[in-house]
């Protein structure tokens, strides 16, 4: 089976889909003053990128949510339930972390089944 990645930046691919599965490099956000500013911006930004690469937010398989303080769980936990139509959520893990730059206060990564392979690099 064919391995297509998609955006690299000299470090890593923004997607790489395998198999009828896309997996999704950490979005974050840094225009948002509160973490569930920045963690709409990131649901956006994760919105766009699915649907790019040939998925959709209702078929995420798995969450995995950074964040630079567990304090503001709940506050997270409210944008993000938000976000989701019940029942098309999916499994989720969230930690803390230091991330890349003290402005963030979140990074999620996704993976997604994909409705159909994507050949080439979206037009962003």
């Keep these: 089976m064919c391995i297509n990645r998609f955006n690299c930046n000299g470090r890593f691919h923004e997607a790489v889909i395998y198999n009828g599965t896309l997996y999704l490099s950490g979005k974050v956000d840094d225009t948002g003053s509160t973490v569930a500013e920045q ?26 949510v950074y964040l630079a ?14 976000w989701f139509k019940d029942g098309t959520q999916p499994v989720r893990t969230c930690v803390g972390a230091q991330l890349a730059a003290p402005q963030y206060s979140i990074e999620i990564a996704l993976i997604a089944a994909v409705q159909e ?4 690099d979206p037009k962003k």
């Design 39 to 64: 963690t709409k911006a990131c649901l956006n930004k994760l919105a766009d990128a699915l649907e790019a690469y040939g998925s959709s937010k209702e078929r995420i398989l798995s969450a995995t």
């Design 69 to 82: 303080n567990m304090n503001s769980f709940e506050e997270f936990n409210a944008a993000w339930e938000a």
């Design 117 to 120: 392979q994507v050949n080439a």
